[in-house]
Nanobody
Framework: QLQLVESGGGLVQPGGSLRLSCEASGFTLENYVIGWFRQAPGKEREGVSSISSSGGSILYADSVKGRFTASRDNAERTVYLQMNNLKPEDTAVYYC????????????????????WGQGTQVTVSS
């Protein structure tokens, strides 16, 4: 059974950093595109980043470009989202999601159509 578990969220001051992890089990991570999404209170879920199964293509939302970096370690079955220079507007529940299989593909998308989702981790940016 495909399972995703996020971790690494917490409370951080503006300008600070966090690294989110998304640990995968029950499927071959290297064949799946992984997306990061977030949902703030009262707002719709939005795509933040997407990293292709090949790792060769990464897409970012304009709101996080230059501050967030997605990466993947297929051997460790984990995908990461490094978040730097965090702002209060980054406060949200962050989710990772998987879709596939996409064998050795550069396919990425921020559209909300991923097949499997984690339970989310809270990120709060506040002084």
């Amino acid at each position: 059974q495909l399972q995703l578990v996020e971790s690494g969220g917490g409370l951080v001051q503006p300008g600070g950093s966090l690294r989110l992890s998304c640990e995968a089990s029950g499927f071959t991570l290297e064949n799946y595109v992984i997306g990061w999404f977030r949902q703030a209170p009262g707002k719709e879920r939005e795509g933040v980043s997407s990293i292709s199964s090949s790792g060769g293509s990464i897409l970012y939302a304009d709101s996080v470009k230059g501050r967030f970096t997605a990466s993947r370690d297929n051997a460790e079955r984990t995908v990461y989202l490094q978040m730097n220079n965090l702002k209060p507007e980054d406060t949200a529940v962050y989710y990772c999601a998987a879709d596939g299989p996409h064998y050795n593909s550069d396919y990425v998308t921020l559209r909300d159509g991923y097949r499997s989702w984690g339970q989310g981790t809270q990120v709060t940016v506040s002084s």
